[in-house]
């Protein structure tokens, strides 16, 4: 990685962060998702352990449930088929703010032109756009996924003496599922973005990457798919695939008049 485009993705990460209003709003999404949620459940299966809606998705997991208590049991499936879920929504989220500003905000902010004057090709620019939203959002992933598991782990230890163990499930999504996801997330916002002449318009592509994250979510509570390690990793394969595809043809279809229309 060169100086010039170390000094864009550093510009970036300065842009964003020093503007309130949208580093509040990246925050507000992990926060509610990691924290907020998690301690609801955990909360609410202490006081209610043998709701039959939970019970009968206990029944859907590979593994029995003879060893440990049902309270157990069911936060350890919250933990580790119901959470890892949201962990593909943060970085949609992050790359809906971060990446739809990429463009659109050097045009509000009027310095598009002293962007293109740098040693980079218009590529170039476009890669370290994508570089820079891509890594800000796994950034936010991570340091999410380690505050909701110290909270998690916290509350669970204080309520039951015991701790919860993360499922292979979270390493498959962390390494490869949602860098994938993001990627896609980045690379589509990106581009969106350079055409754009606003940040809402920026923005709506976004909502169609939601939409499949919210069924899965919605199909992990109901019991009608709860993603086991085979499903993640042919979902990472795919995903990485069309990220790869995407990235490659954005960049072959990335102009300069693209970005001065």
Same mark, same amino acid.
């Given at each position: 990685m060169n100086r010039a485009v170390s000094a864009v993705i550093k510009k970036d990460f300065f842009s964003i962060t020093s503007n309130r209003r949208l580093f509040s709003t990246i925050l507000i999404v992990p926060l509610v998702l990691t924290i907020v949620l998690p301690s609801v459940f955990v909360i609410a299966v202490h006081f209610v352990p043998d709701d039959p809606d939970v019970l009968k998705l206990l029944e859907l997991l590979p593994q029995e449930v003879g060893t440990v208590s049902v309270e157990l049991a069911v936060i350890g499936l919250i933990f580790n088929y119901i959470?890892? !879920?949201?962990?593909?929504? $943060?970085? /949609?989220m992050t790359a809906s703010v971060m990446a739809a500003s990429s463009f659109v905000g050097e045009k509000e902010?009027?310095?598009?032109?002293?962007?293109?004057?740098?040693?980079?090709? !218009? @590529? =170039? $620019? +476009? =890669? *370290? @756009? !994508?570089? *820079?939203s891509f890594l800000f959002s796994m950034l936010v992933s991570l /340091?999410? +996924?380690? *505050?909701?598991?110290?909270v998690l782990e916290l509350e669970v230890f204080f309520l039951t003496a015991n701790l919860v163990v993360p499922g292979i499930n979270w390493l498959i999504i962390l390494a490869l599922l949602s860098p994938a996801i993001a990627l896609i997330a980045v690379t589509l916002i990106v581009k969106g973005s350079a055409k754009a002449q606003s940040m809402e318009e920026s923005q709506q592509g976004a909502v169609f990457l939601i939409i499949p994250v919210l069924l899965l979510i919605v199909g992990q509570f109901t019991g009608a798919l709860l993603l086991n390690v085979w499903i993640l990793l042919v979902l990472s394969a795919v995903c990485a695939f069309l990220a790869w595809i995407l990235l490659q043809r954005a960049m072959g279809r990335f102009t300069y008049e693209m970005l001065l229309k």
């Open positions: 959470l890892p !879920v949201f962990f593909l929504m $943060i970085p /949609i902010k009027r310095t598009l032109e002293t962007l293109l004057y740098c040693p980079l090709s !218009v @590529k =170039q $620019i +476009f =890669q *370290a @756009k !994508v570089l *820079a /340091i999410s +996924f380690a *505050a909701m598991l110290t």
